[in-house]
């Protein structure tokens, strides 16, 4: 069976379970004995849930600049994800819409 992306490329999920769209890294491959292709199982970066017979047709490998730009959203939801709501770092003041800064 020829792979034609490899294992571990990133690729954008754009299938029939239209709940699950979004950025998957192949995991593996089988093939699909009725019409003789080969399928992908993807796997989710992050949480969620794997993803097994994808049609080459609903995906797409991701480029470089999508790769870096949801790398970098990556980083920043993980840095977001690390705050604690309801405190302070250090003695820096925290700005929220319900407490505005004012001048």
Do not use: K, Q
Not at 3 to 12: A, D, H, I, M
Not at 42 to 56: D, E, K, M, Q, S
Not at 60 to 89: C, H, K, Q
């Amino acid at each position: 069976m020829i792979n034609p992306l490899g294992f571990g490329v990133l690729v954008r999920y754009h299938g029939s379970l239209e709940d699950r769209h979004g950025v998957y890294e192949i995991s593996g491959t089988c093939l699909d004995n009725r019409a003789g292709t080969c399928r992908y199982h993807l796997a989710p970066v992050g949480a969620g849930t794997l993803i097994r017979h994808v049609r080459p047709t609903s995906i797409t490998p991701l480029t470089a600049a999508e790769i870096a730009e949801y790398t970098a959203e990556e980083r920043i939801r993980a840095e977001i994800a690390e705050v604690d709501p309801d405190g302070f770092s250090g003695d820096a003041a925290r700005w929220t819409p319900d407490l505005p800064v004012v001048p």
